[in-house]
């Protein structure tokens, strides 16, 4: 199967710092990335759908000036969590689709954020 | 609209079989079947889209009932290594996207 990286895998960072994560399609070019918050033995919420070119598509209740998301290429999209606070610890994961028939989505290995 | 997943939770020892079922009140153009490990990424198992197909992979296979939106994943004679929580993800038509279930933890014992 296709090969998605994230990065870092871990973080831990002070409040009101901005952390940026990275996402990387390895081995194919990703028309759309989605990125997923998921807490503890919880469900993968979508946050939004990224496509390379154009702004994000933000989920109801997301916040767009707090989450930002760029895809600068076909291969790379970013998120940044801007001035993050305790509330925003969590794991991020980031998927790729790459526009096959069928559209499989490709999973990172996900980021832990820890706001302290 | 999240889809509804069933069970929550089983265990079961190795060799036994299981069904987690997943439901929408949405009609669904595909399902989307993923396995996670704690603490890794989820893993793709399979696709189903809508027409009512079914599809297998070694002893893990899937149906879709597309009359009835729901969609079940089989598992024959577990392994230790099905152990991890599955999760349904459902596309409703020109979505382009997944909503997830919440979930189906599965135990396998020795």
């Known amino acids: 199967g296709a090969v998605v990286s994230q990065h870092p895998s871990r973080v831990i960072c002070k409040s009101g710092t901005s952390v940026k994560i990275e996402c990387r399609s390895l081995?194919?070019?990703?028309?759309?990335m989605f990125w997923y918050r998921q807490f503890p033995k919880q469900s993968l919420m979508l946050m939004a759908t990224s496509n390379e070119g154009s702004k994000a598509t933000y989920e109801q209740g997301v916040e767009k000036d707090k989450f930002l998301i760029n895809h600068a290429s076909l291969t790379l999209s970013t998120l940044t969590v801007t001035s993050a606070h305790p509330e925003d610890s969590s794991f991020y994961i980031c998927?790729?689709?790459?526009?096959?028939?069928?559209?499989?989505?490709?999973f990172g290995p996900g980021t832990r954020l820890t706001v302290t | 609209q999240q889809p509804v997943q069933s069970p929550q939770a089983v265990i079961l020892r190795e060799g036994e079989d299981a069904v987690i079922n997943c439901s929408s009140s949405k009609a669904l153009y595909s399902v989307h079947w993923y396995r996670q490990k704690h603490g890794e990424a989820p893993v793709f198992l399979m696709i189903?889209?809508?027409?009512?197909e079914q599809k297998g992979h070694e002893k893990i296979s899937a149906s879709f009932n597309e009359k009835k939106q729901q969609s079940s994943l089989y598992l024959t004679a577990s392994q230790l290594s099905y152990s991890g929580t599955y999760f349904c993800g459902t596309e409703m038509e020109g979505a382009q996207k997944l909503v997830f279930g919440q979930g189906t933890r599965l135990t396998i014992n020795p």
């Open positions: 189903l889209l809508k027409g009512g």
């Open positions: 998927s790729a689709f790459s526009g096959r028939v069928g559209w499989e989505q490709y």
């Open positions: 081995d194919f070019q990703a028309t759309t």
